[in-house]
């Protein structure tokens, strides 16, 4: 029997972060967390599944055959989905990003979103989309938030089906936009699956953890409200506060560069200026400028002209994953 399914699937940034599991193989967050979709960037996956025809995967990323960690780690997701699903047989994967894998934009969110939901197509089980966000979930966290569409809450849950993500509001809620500036385009020296377990380590996790669900209802609210001021205050609190967790982390992570705080701070002073634009960081140097789309082009023209070291690409915020069966299961 052999299935074939292709699915789409957009990274997502997050406005509260997620940072440490507490469990690490289920990748139970150690707090919720809200994130958008960012339209414009995407991933697209394809999966030919060969039912009972033993277990040999293969990945191929931007045409590129993959061996070892990039394709254990997919291996590792396809075995759990195989499990949870009750499916025998193989998988032949491809991958494909819209964007340069060596922009430094993470895509490991639309990757194993898009693989989720194309594996789940393939093989030919119906699969909610409940059920579709903890199973991307298990490859890696974030990639649950890029199953719903637009903004999206992931909870942390007890459990493996309490840890799900469900959209909160349809992309055209508030035209918003990810103005990213390219600080570094190298490949982060620590990935986040390394990271998480660390972040226990930092004295500051346990109140970045405490504080967190009030975070989060403040973010949600002010998204709910259309509310900018607000919704700024608290994404810049929430990333400093990841941050503050990674730096003082053993061993410590510190993913800022010069340019990373000089962006930082002229974007505090754009606001103060009556610009709609504030800053968040991952788990690298790039800072996302998320703002208003009216507000966007001078963002972006003022990135250019503050450093000419950045480029800068935009993204406005939207979209979600896309599925589309390509053949029915055949004998
Ligand atoms: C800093 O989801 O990339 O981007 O589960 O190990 O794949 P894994 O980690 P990942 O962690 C994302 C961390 C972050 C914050 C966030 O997106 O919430």
């Not at 754009?270 to 082009?297: I, K, Y």
Request: hydrophobic fraction near 45%; proline fraction near 4%.
């Amino acid at each position: 029997m052999i299935g074939r399914a292709r699915a789409q699937a957009h990274p997502n940034l997050a406005l509260v972060k997620y940072w440490g599991n507490r469990d690490d193989s289920l990748r139970l967050p150690a707090n919720a967390s809200v994130s958008i979709n960012l339209d414009g960037l995407l991933t697209t996956t394809e999966v030919e599944w060969h039912g009972e025809d033993g277990t040999t995967d293969s990945l191929h990323l931007n045409g590129a055959l993959q061996s070892g960690e990039a394709l254990a780690r997919v291996v590792r997701h396809l075995n759990a989905l195989r499990e949870r699903l009750h499916v025998r047989g193989r998988a032949v994967v491809h991958s494909e990003n819209n964007f340069p894998t060596g922009t430094g934009i993470a895509s490991s969110a639309s990757a194993f979103a898009a693989l989720t939901s194309a594996f789940c197509a393939a093989v030919g089980v119906a699969v909610d989309e409940r059920t579709q966000t903890t199973l991307a979930r298990l490859g890696s966290g974030s990639a649950a938030r890029s199953i719903p569409s637009g903004f999206v809450e992931w909870h942390a849950g007890d459990t493996h089906e309490e840890s799900f993500a469900e959209s909160i509001a349809a992309p055209d809620h508030w035209d918003l936009v990810d103005v990213i500036a390219i600080v570094s385009t190298q490949h982060k020296a620590v990935g986040s699956s390394v990271g998480h377990p660390s972040a226990q380590t930092s004295p500051f996790q346990a109140a970045r953890v405490q504080t967190a669900p009030a975070r989060l209802v403040e973010c949600i609210g002010a998204l709910m409200t259309r509310d900018f001021a607000a919704l700024a205050e608290v994404v810049e609190r929430d990333s400093t506060l990841m941050h503050a967790v990674m730096m003082t982390s053993r061993p410590p992570l510190f993913y800022w560069l010069p340019p990373t705080l000089a962006i930082m701070a002229a974007v505090r002073e754009w606001r103060a200026d009556g610009l709609r634009v504030c800053t968040t960081l991952d788990a690298g140097a790039n800072v996302h400028c998320v703002c208003v789309s009216a507000d966007a082009e001078e963002v972006r023209n003022r990135l250019a002209v503050q450093s000419g070291v950045v480029a800068v690409r935009s993204a406005p915020i939207g979209g979600a994953t896309h599925v589309q069966p390509l053949t029915t299961i055949s004998d």
